[in-house]
């Protein structure tokens, strides 16, 4: 998995607790993402980090916020979850974003269930 | 919005045969393309880039883009059971950062 951890690796929450993964990574690459993954709809974009403390939205940011203050750990938070965050989400990091170098490479994943 | 299709399938083909699986993409400013191999229960694994038209070949797998028909395929010889997953097409989409689109992925079933 290309030296990149994620935790927890399943977790079941209840609608409206606060919620953090977290992805880490031992190959010092600048660029780090969160997708989520859901039935029918392949993997989504939530939020993506170009450096410390540098992160913007993706296409499905809603309800989600990213922290990064190293550059191995990026965190995800849903700050109130509900059942729709439902999902399987995974990390992945880029070393760059130059053409012909800028292969993503994807954590083993988080299942988080929301009742 | 910017968009990447695939048929969801699943793709029945037998041991031994070619598989093909094929992606159109929306967004003309696109440069580069890629097929992850995902099997269930797992996280996607990169099997190829592209970024020039024609044909790019690694082994067994063959990807082929066609970007005036904004069009990608990849095709599987010699198919084996292993093969079996959800294969899914990416699109980086023009601008910064790296941002990749990704179709919802095709299903491969090869049957002994």
């Known amino acids: 998995d290309a030296g990149i951890t994620q935790s927890p690796r399943h977790k079941v929450t209840e609608t409206g607790t606060p919620v953090t993964l977290r992805c880490h990574q031992t190959?010092?690459?600048?660029?780090m993402y969160w997708y989520r993954q859901d039935p029918g709809h392949g993997l989504r974009l939530i939020h993506y980090s170009y450096g410390v403390k540098d992160t913007d939205k993706g296409e499905v940011s809603d309800g989600y916020s990213v922290s990064r203050s190293k550059t191995e750990d990026f965190l995800l938070t849903l700050e109130s979850a509900t059942s729709s965050q439902t999902s399987v989400y995974f990390c992945?990091?880029?070393?760059?974003?130059?053409?012909?170098?800028?292969?993503?490479?994807f954590g083993p994943g988080t299942r988080l269930l929301v009742l | 919005q910017k968009e990447v299709e695939q048929n969801s399938g699943p793709l029945s083909v037998p041991e031994g045969a070619i598989a093909s699986l094929n992606c159109t993409y929306s967004?003309?400013?696109?440069?580069?393309f890629f097929w992850y191999r995902q099997y269930s229960g797992k996280s996607p694994e990169l099997i190829m880039s592209i970024y020039s038209n024609g044909d790019k070949e690694d082994g067994r797998f063959t990807a082929q883009l066609n970007k005036a028909s904004q069009y990608v395929s990849l095709l599987i010889r010699d198919s084996q059971p292993s093969d079996s997953a959800t294969y899914l097409c990416a699109v980086r989409i023009s601008g910064g950062y790296n941002k990749l689109i990704f179709g919802a992925g095709t299903r491969l079933a090869v049957h002994p």
């Open positions: 992945a990091i880029s070393e760059s974003v130059t053409v012909h170098q800028e292969t993503q490479y």
């Open positions: 967004d003309r400013g696109s440069q580069s």
């Open positions: 190959e010092n690459h600048r660029y």
